[in-house]
């Protein structure tokens, strides 16, 4: 629901995010209505405040679409899009005409998508340098614990966004320029800590706030992890209803498992002590 976005936005803004990125895997993106899609980066861009970049993901499987979403990002205000790969058995040179049809799409910068696991046809670093050749393509998003292959793809100049939540305090001592990724949604504030303190070369000190995001992450992944997303900030107040169908709902046994065990990670405040199972 739109108010519910809009509280996730102010939630993510008020713990010192520089900006959003709408849509993408946790957002469900890809399984939305095109129409929908277009709601959701007009309510990022009409809730952010000046100086917040807005970051819409337009992929989908089918190029007219994300094309579509790409020139509608742009008229409306957004200030970057960005695509994961077309997911399914698609060669490079195909993933590589679907991203020259996206940038050729708007005049807004690009952010292209390395994330092998499920996208394993971009492969090579050097894969990833003819991406980033492609006119209007400004960087990526960098999902892999292969911090080598970071650090080698930002030292030829290309922006780069930490897309392992894991590894964000890694990443940025590898040189990326920031972080997007799901468990943002939840703690924005500590991984906005990991990135100040990482400015500021007090990499103990952001080494131990990754250590505790870690451990939400830890009890998280026990559970279905999108469900258990949307449960959580259903608990803090922000309904975002149920994943889309075919993902199941926790049951309430996962639920009261899931209360448990943020409890006992030290994470009773997103446990929603009042909130009922």
């Known amino acids: 629901a739109p108010a519910s976005f809009e509280q996730l936005l102010e939630k993510m803004y008020t713990a010192g995010s520089h900006g959003v990125y709408v849509c993408g895997q946790t957002g469900e993106g890809l399984l939305l209505p095109v129409a929908l899609r277009e709601q959701a980066a007009e309510i990022a861009v009409r809730c952010s405040p000046a100086g917040k970049t807005v970051m819409v993901h337009v992929g989908s499987h089918r190029t007219a679409d994300a094309v579509r979403l790409a020139a509608h990002a742009e008229r409306v205000g957004a200030h970057a899009i960005s695509s994961l790969p077309p997911l399914g058995n698609y060669s490079f040179a195909e993933i590589k005409e679907y991203y020259r049809s996206i940038a050729a799409a708007s005049s807004l910068p690009v952010f292209v998508y390395y994330f092998p696991e499920i996208a ?118 922000i309904d975002c209803g149920q994943c889309v169908a075919p993902r199941r709902r926790l049951t309430s046994e996962e639920r009261m498992a899931l209360r448990s065990a943020l409890h006992e990670a030290g994470f009773a405040a997103l446990a929603g002590a009042a909130a009922t199972v």
């Open 120 to 237: 394993p046809a971009i492969s090579t670093a050097d894969q990833i340098f003819e991406l980033c050749e492609i006119p209007n393509v400004a960087g990526l998003k960098f999902t892999d614990f292969d911090l080598y292959k970071l650090g080698r793809v930002r030292a030829a100049g290309n922006v780069l966004f930490n897309g392992r939540d894991e590894i964000l305090v890694a990443g940025l001592l590898m040189g990326a320029d920031g972080g997007i990724g799901t468990f943002y949604n939840l703690v924005p504030e500590l991984f906005v800590q990991v990135y100040d303190l990482a400015l500021a070369g007090k990499w103990d000190e952001a080494k131990k706030v990754q250590d505790r995001i870690n451990r939400l992450i830890t009890v998280v992944l026990r559970f279905p992890l999108f469900p258990a997303i949307k449960e959580i900030l259903g608990w803090s107040g």
